[in-house]
C-alpha cells in the first residue's frame, strides 16, 4: 500500500508555517525526530551517562545503514561528517606508486574534490572531468579520463549545484575495466532514492544524515566493500576505530576488523538518537515510496517551469536528476531573498537557486514556488540567453 503523504506531512511541523524546498541543504525536523533529542536530554536527566546505551545506539544507527544501503554493518563506519569518512578513507590509501591517479567529476561538493587535491603531497594526481557544452557530465566523458593508472573514481551521485544525477553503474563499468575502485558520495542522494551499493557496484560511499536521512548534521557514515577492508589501514585513527575499544592499550594501533576502523573518537551520541529516530522513519516509509513521490514533484516542477518560460539547469528525464530542481537566476542571491519574504525556503549555489523536494512536499508547494517565480521573474528571471 501506497504510504499516507498527506499524514506524514503533519509529522513536520515547519510545513504549516513554510513552503520548505531546502532539504537539498537540511531536512524540516519531524515530530519523532524532535521526540528523540528530547529522549536524550531525558536520558541525561534521569540517568547521567549511559554509555553501555549510547554505544548500543550508535552500534543501532550502523544496522539502520546498512540496511538502508544494501550493506551489511560491519561495512559502515558511523562518521562526524562525509569530510571526516573520506579522510579516514585517503589516509588508507597509497599513492606513491605508478596508480596514482584519481578522477573527479567538476559536479563534485568542494569537501569532496578538496579533500583528493590535499593528498596531492602523498604523490596523487587529480583529474577533473568537465562539464560538457550542455552543463551535463555523461559517462562516456569519463572514458577519456579513466586509465590502468587510475586507483579511484570519487563521483557524485547527484549533483550539489543543479540537481544533475551521474549514471553510476556506466561510470562503474569503465573504473572496472580499468582496475579502478569507485567512491559515491550519496549525501545528495541518499534517502531520496533507492541506493543499494551492491547494485550500483561502488566499493565506498559516504553520506550523511540531515538532509533526505532526516536527521541531523554532526553525523554521517562511510561504507567500505567488506573484501577492501583488511588491505586499507587508515593512518588516521582513535581510540572508537579500535579492535577492542575499551583496552586503554597506548603501545599500538590494533584497528577494528570491520569498517569501523575508519572511526575515531567519541560518537555524537545526541546526533545518533536524531539519527536513529529519521532512518526508522524512512525505512518505514521505504525508500522506493520515496523516490517515486520525489520524481513525481520534481517533474511537476519541471513541467510548471516549462509553462511559466523560466528554463531549468536540472536534467529534463527522470532518471537524471535527483531530489533538487535548479533554476538559473540574473541574482540568484536575491532570488532566494525574495522567496523567503513569501515564506518560501530555497537555497541557492552559482546563479541557480535551488529548490529541492522530499516525501513531505506536495504538488501545492510545487505551485506556490512557481507562482512566486512568475511573479518575480520580470526583476529576477533567468539571465537572457547569450548571442
Ligand atoms: C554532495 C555533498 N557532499 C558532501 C557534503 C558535505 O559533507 P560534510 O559537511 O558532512 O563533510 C555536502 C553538503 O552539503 C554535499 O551536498
Redesign the pocket.
Known amino acids: 500500500m501506497a504510504p499516507d503523504f498527506a499524514a506524514l506531512r503533519r509529522e513536520f511541523p515547519v510545513l504549516e508555517r513554510k513552503t520548505y524546498l531546502n532539504s537539498?541543504?537540511y531536512c524540516a525536523l519531524a515530530n519523532e525526530v524532535r521526540a528523540a533529542f528530547e529522549a536524550y536530554l531525558e536520558d541525561r536527566l534521569r540517568v547521567g551517562a549511559d554509555w553501555d546505551f549510547w554505544v548500543a545506539k550508535n552500534e543501532s544507527v550502523r544496522a539502520l545503514v546498512a540496511a538502508l544501503l544494501g550493506a551489511a554493518p560491519e561495512e559502515i563506519a558511523i562518521?562526524?561528517?562525509?569530510?571526516?569518512?573520506?579522510n579516514s578513507l585517503a589516509s588508507a590509501l597509497d599513492f606513491s606508486g605508478s596508480r596514482n591517479k584519481i578522477v573527479i567529476s567538476d559536479f563534485?561538493?568542494?569537501?569532496?574534490a578538496q579533500i583528493w587535491h590535499a593528498q596531492e603531497r602523498r604523490g596523487a594526481r587529480v583529474v577533473h572531468v568537465p562539464r560538457g557544452a550542455d552543463g551535463s557530465i555523461a559517462a562516456a566523458d569519463f572514458a577519456h579520463a579513466i586509465d590502468e593508472r587510475t586507483q579511484l573514481v570519487a563521483i557524485?551521485?547527484?549533483?550539489?549545484r543543479n540537481g544533475a544525477r551521474l549514471d553510476v553503474p556506466r561510470i562503474v563499468r569503465l573504473a572496472r575495466a580499468s582496475g579502478a575502485r569507485v567512491l559515491l558520495?550519496?549525501?545528495?542522494?541518499v534517502g531520496s532514492m533507492q541506493l543499494d551499493v551492491q547494485d550500483l557496484g561502488v566499493d565506498f560511499a559516504?553520506?550523511?544524515m540531515?538532509?533526505y536521512l532526516l536527521g541531523t548534521?554532526g553525523i554521517?557514515f562511510l561504507y567500505v566493500r567488506a573484501a577492501l577492508i583488511p588491505a586499507l589501514v587508515p593512518a588516521s585513527s582513535g581510540w572508537f576505530a579500535q579492535e577492542q575499544i575499551g583496552s586503554m592499550d597506548i603501545t599500538a594501533n590494533r584497528p577494528a576488523a570491520s569498517a569501523r576502523r575508519f572511526e575515531a573518537g567519541t560518537p555524537a551520541v545526541v546526533n545518533c538518537y536524531a539519527a536513529e529516530a529519521g532512518l526508522k522513519m524512512l525505512l518505514r516509509i521505504g525508500t522506493a515510496a520515496v523516490e517515486q513521490r520525489v520524481r513525481a514533484l520534481t517533474a511537476d516542477c519541471m513541467g510548471r517551469l516549462r509553462e511559466i518560460d523560466w528554463t531549468s539547469s536540472t536534467p529534463p528525464q527522470d532518471g537524471r536528476r535527483g531530489a533538487t530542481v535548479a533554476v538559473p537566476s540574473r541574482d540568484a542571491g536575491r532570488l532566494v531573498q525574495a522567496l523567503k519574504e513569501r515564506g518560501i525556503v530555497t537555497s541557492c549555489r552559482d546563479d541557480n537557486v535551488r529548490a529541492a523536494f522530499h516525501f513531505y512536499n506536495d504538488e501545492a508547494d510545487v505551485e506556490v514556488f512557481c507562482a512566486a517565480l512568475k511573479d518575480l521573474r520580470a526583476a529576477l528571471g533567468p539571465p537572457a540567453a547569450p548571442g
Request: contains cysteine; glycine residues 16%.
Open positions: 537539498g541543504s562518521t562526524a561528517s562525509v569530510s571526516a569518512g573520506l563534485e561538493f568542494p569537501t569532496a557524485t551521485h547527484v549533483c550539489f558520495d550519496s549525501y545528495q542522494s559516504a553520506g550523511g540531515l538532509k548534521a554521517g
